[in-house]
């Protein structure tokens, strides 16, 4: 009875704070960041009744929120909340934009918050044994060959990188092949960014100096600002979750920031945090829902998936282009205007595509959740926060695939430290030819799902072409004209047969024996936890 007092009361406490930091975000959003940078869109329109669903709706995701009890799941809800939801709630309360959005990305969030919330501690860990030590030669090749082809490719810049001006001209001049830009973003956002918690957590602090030099280095290389910001950011997550107040100290640390924003008034700290960071993203998301729910949806011809099955795309620039040509006198080419998880995709399919990447999003993370007792949890939560970042800049399968978090699970089973492995908790190992085997046995499965692909692929192509030529037509003869030649394009070539057969094949192999281990993986942890109990 008195623990559960004590939880009453702790929850009211932490709700208090967040109320606290949302306060804290609407005065700097109404004295800062709107005032500075009005002309970008972050404009004040102050609307009492959306002001008042904001909070109502702030208090529904908050106390769901405050019930879910894993630890792990906990930190990867809130702080996502403090990424991208709370300065979407704020943004909408205090700028009078769509209502219909806002209830979208709070379902969607819900329903995140639906599925962890039943998880428990759990004690079950998975470890891939026999090729740890294999496998971090191979890594470190990876990584030592990746930071020196992309010095001989793009050069050295040095401190100049860190200049503004400097450092546009850096990422204009930079393209990299097809799979090396892979390497670059996996190296990055995984490779790198993972050894430094590892090693901290090991009380290496030599490697993971050399670790985090690398990291910089990288920078200086390529230009990417996320390369070395990302470093702040695990850094401080790594530290705060060794507390059990982490959730409060995220959220304090929050209030701190600003608080020392208001009496310094740093333009550098309020363009970065409150432009670039929070309220910047904000804003993309609802003009990507205002842009895509006049103009046709992408349906995946943009990325990986629509590149493997043969989809037609539309559009002559990038989506982010085009909502920076939509908003700035239709220069198109000219800037990016990012968004994440919830922009991308509502834009690929609608309020469908966000409550569909919101389910698979969660249950991935449930999976974490559930086979990984033995990783420490400063060390899942600093590199998951790696991921959430960039789900607030990017699209969920942009962040699956190109950013890595595919592979997070595999690292973490293969790395397991099996020192932290007591009585209490559940060890099932596995050797990696296992695996192949299991992999391999399910070949009628794989089969079966290549085969689906390559359907699909031949016949949502040719729709694909005619729903591009259609919209064509449709939108250089209606609307507005000027704008749409700029952004449709017609199709003259066709695409090639054996390019989607071989990419739909391969889509298919792919996502079913990925599909097949995770399920073998999560059935495996169920069996020995009921045998446990």
């Not at 306060?23 to 609307?47: A, H, M, Q, R, W």
């Not at 349906?299 to 002559?316: E, H, N, P, V, W």
Request: proline share 1%; hydrophobic share 50%; glycine share 6%.
């Amino acid at each position: 009875m008195k623990s559960k007092i004590e939880n009453i009361i702790n929850n009211f406490l932490l709700l208090i704070i967040i109320a606290i930091a949302k306060i804290i975000l609407e005065l700097f959003y109404i004295y800062f960041v709107s005032p500075i940078y009005g002309y970008t869109g972050l404009v004040y329109d102050f609307n009492l009744s959306k002001y008042c669903l904001s909070w109502t709706l702030f208090f529904i995701l908050s106390i769901f929120m405050l019930k879910v009890k894993e630890k792990f799941c906990s930190f990867f809800l809130h702080f996502e909340f403090v990424i991208t939801v709370l300065p979407l709630l704020v943004f909408y309360g205090l700028t009078n934009k769509e209502t219909q959005y806002i209830l979208y990305v709070s379902v969607s969030f819900l329903i995140q918050i639906l599925i962890l919330k039943s998880i428990k501690v759990e004690k079950i860990s998975i470890c891939i044994i026999g090729i740890k030590k294999r496998f971090r030669i191979i890594i470190i090749f990876l990584m030592i060959s990746v930071v020196i082809l992309t010095m001989l490719y793009n050069g050295f810049h040095g401190v100049k990188s860190f200049d503004t001006v400097y450092l546009y001209d850096i990422r204009k001049a930079t393209k990299y092949p097809f799979i090396f830009s892979y390497l670059i973003m996996w190296t990055r956002i995984l490779f790198i960014p993972f050894f430094i918690i590892q090693n901290l957590d090991k009380k290496k602090y030599l490697k993971a100096s050399f670790y985090i030099s690398l990291q910089v280095f990288l920078y200086m290389c390529t230009g990417e600002k996320f390369t070395y910001l990302i470093l702040l950011v695990i850094i401080s997550i790594y530290i705060l979750a060794k507390s059990k107040a982490m959730i409060g100290y995220i959220y304090t640390g929050l209030i701190a920031l600003i608080s020392i924003i208001f009496f310094t008034q740093s333009r550098i700290a309020i363009s970065f945090l409150g432009e670039r960071f929070l309220f910047g993203p904000a804003l993309n998301k609802f003009w990507y829902y205002e842009f895509f729910s006049d103009y046709p949806k992408i349906y995946f011809s943009d990325g990986i998936l629509g590149k493997a099955l043969g989809l037609y795309y539309q559009y002559t620039a990038s989506s982010g282009q085009l909502i920076f040509a939509r908003h700035f006198d239709n220069r198109l080419f000219e800037s990016n205007s990012v968004t994440g998880m919830f922009g991308d995709s509502y834009s690929q399919l609608g309020v469908v595509g966000m409550i569909l990447f919101s389910v698979l999003l969660a249950g991935f993370i449930k999976v974490i959740a559930k086979t990984t007792s033995g990783i420490s949890t400063n060390v899942k939560c600093s590199v998951i926060s790696i991921f959430i970042v960039l789900l607030n800049d990017a699209g969920f399968l942009t962040v699956f695939f190109s950013g890595g978090l595919f592979l997070t699970l595999y690292f973490f089973y293969i790395f397991l430290d099996l020192k932290n492995i007591d009585s209490k908790k559940i060890l099932i190992e596995y050797r990696l030819r296992h695996l192949i085997k299991i992999v391999f046995k399910s070949y009628r499965k794989i089969s079966l799902y290549a085969i689906i692909f390559l359907v699909l692929g031949f016949i949502l192509s040719p729709m694909s072409f005619n729903f591009v030529l259609k919209n064509y037509n449709l939108y250089l003869t209606s609307g507005d004209i000027e704008f749409n030649k700029l952004i449709f394009q017609k199709i003259y070539e066709i695409k090639s047969a054996i390019g989607i057969i071989v990419g739909s094949i391969f889509l298919g192999i792919f996502l079913s024996a990925y599909i097949i281990l995770i399920k073998f993986f999560m059935n495996t942890s169920k069996r020995k936890s009921e045998r446990r109990k």
